[in-house]
């Protein structure tokens, strides 16, 4: 059950090889295609082990490894143009927290998954690590998004990774 052309209709980037990494933040970027097993409830998970942001204060870089995972509906979004997303937080000044509820909002408007989370492990500085969680269920899926972020808050973002 092959992909037809006209199922990757959005999909511009994969396989682009002329395509600019963006400088700024840019949410406009992300791409979808069609989930062609919307009847099945799945999960999708993705690692950017090398995630970049500025702090907005001192305009230092932060490094964390984002984790995303989403339960899908009909859309799902392309892989490399999350990563280019993504890549668009380099020169972006945010706190960590800001990060990755920016990330997790864009992601739910893009797609309208059942349930989505993302989690960022951020590189310690000045001696303190900070592991933000965000997370989005519909209305049939509030009882996991609340159960994910009791583990997350009791148990610590490492423990949920393990």
């Not at 932060?62 to 937080?89: G, H, N, Q, T």
């Not at 009882?143 to 994910?148: G, Y």
């Amino acid at each position: 059950m092959s992909r037809q052309e006209n199922e990757l209709t959005g999909v511009s980037l994969l396989g682009n090889t002329g395509v600019k990494y963006p400088t700024e933040y840019c949410p406009e970027i992300l791409e979808t295609f069609v989930n062609k097993h919307p009847d099945n409830e799945y999960t999708v998970s993705f690692t950017c082990p090398e995630f970049t942001s500025l702090c907005p204060k001192t305009g230092q870089p932060d490094f964390a490894r984002i984790v995303i995972s989403y339960i899908p509906r009909e859309l799902m979004v392309e892989s490399k143009s999350l990563k280019l997303y993504l890549f668009s937080f380099r020169n972006h000044g945010d706190f960590h927290e800001d990060c990755v509820n920016i990330i997790m909002k864009d992601l739910v408007k893009l797609m309208n998954p059942r349930y989505l989370e993302v989690i960022g492990l951020f590189t310690p500085r000045g001696g303190i690590a900070i592991y933000p969680f965000a997370n989005y269920g519909d209305p049939e899926h509030e009882e996991l998004a609340r159960r994910r972020r009791h583990e997350a808050f009791g148990l610590g973002i490492e423990a949920m990774m393990k």
